[in-house]
């Protein structure tokens, strides 16, 4: 199992960012996969997830309503759009699926 995230960058407060995850060895339908992140200094944390047949997402208190969680299967790719971003979304954002399997992460940075 291989999973690739993509879209980290610098973004001012207030803006938008789109994740991706690309996943291989797997395929996305097969089991629940979800977000967590992971800030200097703090315990990596949940974002959000979404099960195995997308009928279930769930969101962190912080990301309800600003974030979405989304998948396409054709592409077997996870999604997180992340929107009126603050400085402390600020964090290094990783895909998980499965049991224990884990992207390398993507930086996100929040500038006030």
């Known amino acids: 199992v291989q999973l690739v995230e993509s879209g980290g960058g610098l973004v001012k407060a207030g803006g938008s960012l789109r994740l991706s995850c690309l996943a291989s060895?797997?395929?996305?339908?097969?089991?629940?996969m979800a977000w967590f992140r992971q800030a200097p200094g703090k315990e990596r944390e949940f974002v959000a997830g979404?099960?195995?047949?997308?009928?279930?997402?769930t969101f962190a208190g912080f990301a309800k309503g600003r974030f979405t969680i989304s998948r396409d299967i054709a592409k077997n790719t996870m999604y997180l759009q992340m929107n009126n971003l603050r400085p402390d979304d600020t964090a290094v954002y990783y895909c998980?699926?499965?049991?224990?399997?884990w992207g390398q992460g993507t930086q996100v940075t929040v500038s006030s």
């Open positions: 998980h699926a499965g049991d224990d399997d």
């Open positions: 979404i099960n195995s047949n997308g009928a279930m997402k």
């Open positions: 060895g797997f395929i996305i339908t097969s089991d629940s």
